[in-house]
């Protein structure tokens, strides 16, 4: 295939190994250069891939000092690609600085698709996947979790989460504390041999991972249901004035001065009104 100079943001698998894509491997086997995460970790893959090009090591304490480099050798005619120990890079892994970096500078950058563990997890999770919120890890210090946590209890689409295992009971403890009970969704070991896809209320989800300690091995991706959205429930003081108007006038001529002084759905009002008449006969 003909490369030209750019970065490359190439996925890789998240667990089983076929799950790459023929243009993915034909970049890594075409470009000048790959900068990886974890040179030791991405060496399996890549002996895997018969893949021989040369690596250099790109992570969160270099990744700064190493993008004008990178940059550099793109603009001199290089091709480089960008991959992480697992699925899409950036996507909480390193990648961001190079990548704006390039941007900045004008120089190509030229996105693979490929596996995500959030978009796989979701995709199977059965929760609304219309409009969701990717938060990634949470702090691992306990005031700064509960703080975004805090910040996420009126958050109505689902939330996806990133959590290791040594702290996934921990995160769990502290989303039943700050949102209650709400369904939430487990996978762990995504596309291995132990793949898990499991669904509960967070109470009972706790209870089911501390039953056993195999439930709680491998990386997680948590997907909890979002604040139930009430935008269509009437407020009381709407419900008062419609309650007061009914007892001298007809439900549909009190449904529609009620709507005309509060600027709501007639409708609304008038289903209301009916049910509540219903309930008193």
């Not at 600027?263 to 209301?272: D, F, T």
Request: charged share 25%.
């Amino acid at each position: 295939m003909t490369i030209s100079p750019c970065l490359y943001i190439v996925p890789t698998p998240i667990g089983n190994l076929s799950d790459i894509t023929l243009r993915a491997i034909e970049v890594l086997k075409s470009v000048d250069c790959i900068a990886a995460e974890d040179t030791r970790h991405s060496g399996i893959l890549l002996q895997h891939l018969d893949v021989k090009v040369p690596m250099l090591a790109l992570h969160d304490h270099n990744e700064q000092q190493r993008a004008g480099v990178l940059i550099q050798r793109i603009q001199q005619g290089q091709s480089i690609a960008l991959i992480s120990d697992a699925g899409t890079p950036l996507i909480s892994d390193p990648g961001y600085h190079l990548v704006k970096a390039c941007r900045d500078a004008g120089v190509k950058v030229v996105p693979l698709p490929g596996p995500c563990a959030a978009i796989t997890a979701l995709s199977a999770a059965g929760l609304p996947t219309d409009r969701f919120v990717f938060e990634g890890f949470l702090p691992a210090k306990e005031k700064g979790k509960d703080d975004r946590l805090q910040a996420l209890a009126d958050e109505t689409r689902t939330m996806v989460f990133y959590e290791s295992p040594r702290r996934v009971i921990d995160t769990l403890t502290a989303m039943l504390q700050v949102f209650g009970e709400r369904q939430i969704v487990i996978a762990r070991e995504l596309t291995k041999t132990f793949e898990t896809l499991h669904s509960l209320p967070l109470s009972e989800m706790l209870v089911w991972l501390q039953e056993d300690d195999n439930r709680t091995r491998g990386e997680f991706v948590l997907m909890l249901a979002g604040k139930p959205d009430n935008s269509d429930e009437l407020p009381a003081e709407v419900l008062r004035t419609l309650t007061l108007l009914m007892s001298d006038l007809p439900l549909k001529k009190a449904a529609a001065l009620t709507a005309e002084i509060y600027g709501v759905k007639k409708n609304a009002l008038y289903a209301w009104g009916l049910e509540k008449q219903n309930s008193e006969r």
